[in-house]
């Protein structure tokens, strides 16, 4: 018995091993012409191959977190909540953080939903509680403003707008990464 429960610690540990968060900030220029500052979280689950830059984890769960207005004290935050298809692994990623002319936040997530093909949802900020919104087959393009090397190995401090533009503008990068639309679905590479 002594022995199972010491097999089941060592077990334990190298599992939590294998999980970490990576957490930084990161400069987000919006369309009103605004900078703001946004705490970016991204929980990993080990296993597998991995994106991305192969450490050998999956992102789980993507957390943002941030004062709108800033320097009011309201904490904004939300979290993936859909994981790609079929194999239901990765966490959706968030491309774009923006305010809209109404003032409504928003957030664009790209998820894969079969082998060759994925959608982008859009999430709204209202109430103070986020809430999907169905789109159209056809929608306007936003440039992604987010940081696309999220949970990458290493990542910490305050990515600055110019490190982020450096890193996004990679040709690592597949075009569906780079921008949402003219598309709610894209399939092929």
């Keep these: 018995m002594k022995y199972l429960l010491v097999l089941e610690i060592l077990i334990s540990a190298l599992l939590v091993g294998c999980d970490n968060t990576q957490r930084w900030q990161e400069e987000v220029q919006l369309s009103t012409g605004e900078t703001i500052v946004i705490n970016r979280e991204v929980k990993h689950r080990g296993g597998g191959v991995a994106w ?4 050998g984890s999956v992102p ?4 943002i977190r941030f004062q709108y207005p800033p320097g ?19 966490a959706e990623l968030p491309l774009v953080l923006d305010i809209g002319v109404d003032k409504t936040l928003f957030v664009f997530t790209k998820v894969h939903i079969n082998e060759g093909c994925r959608r982008y949802v859009k999430y709204l900020f209202k ?13 306007a393009q936003h440039p992604a403003n987010l940081f696309l090397a999220a949970g ?5 401090g ?7 533009e450096k890193e996004n503008s990679s040709i690592g990068y597949m075009p569906d990464f780079k921008a949402v639309g003219p598309k709610r679905v894209i399939c092929g590479y």
């Design 152 to 156: 990458g190995v290493g990542i910490n």
């Design 52 to 55: 991305p830059q192969g450490q």
């Design 60 to 63: 789980i769960e993507h957390l």
């Design 158 to 164: 305050l990515i600055s707008l110019s490190e982020k």
């Design 127 to 139: 109430g103070g509680a986020w809430s999907e919104l169905p789109l159209p087959e056809v929608i």
């Design 72 to 90: 009011t004290g309201n904490i904004v935050e939300w979290r993936s909540s859909k994981f790609d298809l079929p194999s239901s692994t990765y």
